[in-house]
């Protein structure tokens, strides 16, 4: 080859080289968007529709969503949250979290499944739940703590992470609340989900939970209980 030719070819090597890493630049930075699911609306335990007044301030409650055996915290922290708090998935997808709903925007929800090793609250026990106080082994409180590897979030901050080995905040449930009647309802999730990972690793543990419908997508109304109704042992983290 000609030396002309030859740098001709280096220089279009180059420039292809430098247009591919501009990509997965940009690809790595891109945002990750809010996923719709099918709209659910939350009850109590009697079947009642719950009211955003009902939540009780900074107790762990539980439901399934978006599907039947994918759990997820929902919290009254009692007073407003932040709002259009900046985060990003593992994966460097950017996101926004517009924060809390309810009259004072102090009610959120979460997935219940650890960023880190997906621990997540079974019937038989839960390493991770809202703490409101401090611990022996967390100077925080109003957490998020898992103890499985004391990965910590900020619920009032999107879920971010702000202790632990964890690499992205917890995935945020999107929740509506209709002032007219009061009413909470589930629409779907915003950042970064594990649910493929999770079914893949739990399969048989959440088949003996949920049978075969783990899979299947939540209810149209979903029942949210207190999480030591539905743990028989909830771990403290002391």
């Given at each position: 080859?000609?030396?002309?030719g030859?740098?001709?070819?280096c220089?279009?090597?180059a420039?292809?080289?430098?247009?591919?890493?501009?990509?997965?630049?940009?690809?790595?930075?891109?945002?990750?968007?809010?996923?719709?699911?099918?709209?659910?609306r939350?009850?109590g335990?009697?079947?009642?529709?719950?009211k955003?007044?009902e939540v009780?301030v900074?107790r762990?409650?539980l439901?399934?969503y978006?599907?039947v055996?994918?759990?997820?915290?929902?919290?009254?922290?009692?007073k407003?949250?932040?709002?259009?708090v900046a985060?990003s998935?593992s994966?460097?997808?950017q996101?926004?979290?517009?924060?809390g709903?309810g009259?004072?925007?102090?009610i959120?929800?979460?997935?219940?499944i650890?960023?880190?090793q997906m621990?997540?609250p079974?019937?038989?026990?839960?390493?991770?739940?809202?703490?409101?106080e401090t611990?022996p082994?967390?100077?925080?409180?109003?957490v998020i703590?898992c103890?499985?590897?004391?990965?910590?979030?900020?619920?009032?901050?999107?879920?971010?992470?702000?202790?632990?080995?964890?690499?992205q905040?917890?995935?945020?449930?999107?929740?509506?609340h209709?002032?007219?009647?009061d009413?909470?309802?589930?629409?779907?999730?915003?950042?970064?989900?594990?649910?493929?990972?999770f079914?893949?690793r739990?399969?048989?543990r959440?088949?003996?939970?949920?049978?075969?419908?783990a899979?299947?997508?939540?209810d149209?109304?979903?029942?949210?209980?207190?999480?030591?109704?539905?743990?028989?042992?909830?771990?403290r983290?002391a």
């Amino acid at each position: 080859m000609h030396r002309r030719g030859f740098l001709i070819g280096c220089a279009a090597a180059a420039a292809a080289d430098g247009a591919a890493l501009v990509r997965a630049a940009e690809a790595a930075t891109a945002g990750a968007t809010p996923r719709s699911y099918p709209r659910a609306r939350l009850i109590g335990a009697d079947g009642r529709p719950l009211k955003a007044a009902e939540v009780p301030v900074r107790r762990n409650l539980l439901f399934h969503y978006p599907f039947v055996g994918t759990p997820a915290f929902l919290l009254n922290l009692g007073k407003p949250t932040r709002r259009k708090v900046a985060l990003s998935t593992s994966r460097r997808e950017q996101y926004t979290w517009e924060g809390g709903v309810g009259p004072q925007r102090s009610i959120v929800a979460f997935s219940a499944i650890c960023a880190h090793q997906m621990a997540y609250p079974t019937k038989d026990i839960s390493f991770i739940s809202y703490r409101d106080e401090t611990s022996p082994v967390s100077r925080r409180g109003q957490v998020i703590h898992c103890c499985a590897e004391h990965s910590q979030y900020d619920p009032a901050d999107g879920a971010r992470v702000v202790a632990g080995p964890a690499t992205q905040p917890l995935a945020a449930i999107l929740l509506e609340h209709d002032p007219d009647s009061d009413a909470l309802f589930a629409t779907g999730t915003l950042g970064g989900e594990l649910f493929d990972a999770f079914f893949g690793r739990f399969e048989m543990r959440l088949s003996l939970e949920h049978g075969s419908r783990a899979r299947e997508p939540a209810d149209a109304a979903v029942v949210v209980q207190p999480i030591e109704a539905y743990c028989r042992q909830l771990m403290r983290c002391a």
